[in-house]
């Protein structure tokens, strides 16, 4: 297999030309070489958890965040689940060439708007290995190459993953430069991806807050932004103790590092004397340390008094603020203030109250009576995701296939000039 490029700039040069020949692949070739990627990883189990054990020892060393050596970590069946969501984008309907808009005009040239690959795709994020597989697997499902900026921390675990990918593509005949990694440059790496217009087409951030926004301010490439996750559930009124104990719980215990979880929970004053002890206590029971304001406090044992700070956090943590509210439109209110247009729900019997939650609440995922955690990629049916979206131009919310394709238009005639 050729050796990467020494230089960041070449190694970009290098995904280019590849998108070039990826993107007219057919269905199959592009199925056939993530299969052999999928049986590549799974063979590899051994090297890639050694590799993520390193990472974990120097992340630990560090003072790497609970959160993120979270994120960081892999283990067999997580490694096992990175295979298994790559053959489900394999399995996945190839979202190049779809016919999307077509039209005869009166001169009779056949015009046809048809899905193409952007071609390349940047993405610079965090302590995540997981995210070098699903974006490369969806990057080329749908014809693209990938250019991969994942941070020091997982800097031997993602080499392993990237080769390994390498030569699965290789061995089933497809450009292996069309994945490509700057780890090894650190940050200068991620400013030549952030300055690389005309080399790579979309960037994606996916991590901090800190680094989305950087990452969009500074950028001449053409970013697609994913948020951070300042998540509310609502307990409305009429809220049933089983629905909303159980779900606040999941929310916010399964994962409390992955940007779907619950970070706020707000309580309909009329339901607070029956909701909050119960809530609290089964949070409590999973290790979650509630900040709540007084009414909360005065309702449950063990609350820690929230401060305003609290209702903008994004904890990554077992911790969860909870406060009372009078109503719905005070729910809504504070949701409009402090929410970061991730995802919301609200737990309700009362349909109206779900139809106007639904209606009014404007973040990229909203719901009624359900966990935060079905924010996902994989839960919704795309293999994977590229990130949440949290803007409204070209995509929003969960980021599949779709959603790494352009559109071009299509023109046939037969000798027509204009009048």
Known sequence: MTQPAATAHDRMVQAQQAARTLGLLGDAAKRDALLAVATAIERSVASVLAANERDLHHGREAGLSEALQDRLRLDEARVAALAAAVREIAALPDPVGRVLDER???????????????????????????????????????????????????????????????????????????????????????????????????????????????????STVPVIETGAGVVHIVLDESAPLEWARDIVVNAKAQRPSVCNAVETVLVHRDAAPRLVGPVVAALAHAGVTVHGDAEVASLAPGVVPAGDEDWATEHLSLDLSMRVVDDLDEALEHIRRYSTGHTESIITTDERNAERFLAEVDSAVVMANASTRFTDGGEFGFGAEVGISTQKLHARGPMGLAELTSTKWLARGAGQIRA
């Open 104 to 218: 005869t005009l009166d001169n009779g040239v056949r015009l046809q708007k048809v899905s193409v690959p952007f071609g390349v795709v940047g993405v610079i994020y965090e302590a995540r290995p997981n995210v070098t597989v699903d974006i490369t697997a969806l990057a080329l499902r749908s014809g693209n190459a990938v250019v991969l900026r994942g941070g020091s921390a997982a800097l031997q675990t993602n080499a392993v993953l990237v080769e390994v990918m390498r030569d699965a593509l290789a061995g089933a005949g497809v450009d292996p430069q069309a994945v490509q990694t700057l780890d090894e440059f650190g940050r200068d790496g991620a400013r030549e991806l952030m300055h690389a217009r005309g080399l790579v087409d979309v960037l994606v951030p996916r991590g901090s807050a800190q680094l989305i926004e950087t990452v969009v301010t500074e």
